[in-house]
């Protein structure tokens, strides 16, 4: 088992920054890729970004490409999302996942066995 808890999110206008962290416990982290997604209102949830259990590979969804970034400290058992130049359009619950290692990298919803709860994050115009 793996235990997930998002943290960061909040109320931010266009074109200001948020970073999300997510906190694992449980069995080893680095064992794990790890992605976040998000689900807005009203739509299903969407991936947004991954890296794999070294951390020597992430990819992105073409709508955050150039604006996120996702990184990972195996050391703290944490993953990153820096989130800048947000959109309203990036208003979701943002959730992290991870993935057995064969997995590592895919932005696939069912290749994530773990979820956190999620955050909210909010865009306002």
């Known amino acids: 088992q793996v235990q997930l808890v998002e943290s960061g999110g909040g109320l931010v206008q266009a074109g200001g920054s948020l970073r999300l962290s997510c906190a694992a416990s449980?069995?080893?982290?680095?064992?794990?890729?790890m992605g976040w997604f998000r689900q807005a209102p009203g739509s299903e949830r969407k991936f947004v970004a991954t890296?794999?259990?070294?951390?020597?590979?992430?990819r992105y969804a073409d709508s955050v490409k150039g604006r996120f970034t996702i990184s990972r400290d195996n050391a703290s058992n944490t993953v990153y999302l820096q989130m800048n130049l947000l959109k309203p359009e990036d208003t979701a619950v943002y959730y992290c996942?991870?993935?057995?290692?064969?997995?590592?990298?895919?932005?696939?919803?069912?290749?994530?066995?773990?979820w956190g709860q999620g955050t909210q994050v909010t865009v306002s115009s």
């Open positions: 996942a991870a993935a057995p290692a064969y997995y590592s990298g895919s932005a696939s919803i069912p290749h994530y066995d773990y």
């Open positions: 449980g069995r080893t982290f680095s064992s794990y890729g």
């Open positions: 890296i794999t259990w070294s951390g020597s590979s992430t």
